[in-house]
């Protein structure tokens, strides 16, 4: 009798492990440039975040999405982020 396992993601801004489909996925795209992953499908490298702003700014304040991505982001991509939340 198995169990199914519930897949757990480190939050980037709180840094908690939560259920994957909680959190919002964010890729970088192959251009380079940081966006959301609504579907969560992106075969490419992907992190998370919970889908709270206070999450966004952690992240934000401290970097972590750079980081995690090694590249830059744009504050017009920290914006695009924060319409996915209002949502």
Do not use: H, W
């Not at 380079?32 to 992190?47: E, F, L, M």
């Not at 999405?65 to 982020?81: H, P």
């Amino acid at each position: 009798m198995s169990e199914n396992k519930i897949p757990l993601r480190k939050c980037l801004g709180c840094g908690q492990m939560k259920d994957k489909s909680t959190l919002l996925r964010i890729v970088k795209a192959p251009d380079g440039t940081v966006i959301p992953d609504i579907g969560g499908k992106a075969q490419t490298r992907g992190a998370y975040l919970c889908k709270c702003a206070e999450c966004l700014a952690l992240a934000k304040r401290a970097r972590r999405i750079e980081r995690a991505f090694k590249c830059r982001v744009s504050d017009e991509t920290y914006d695009l982020l924060s319409d996915c939340f209002s949502k």
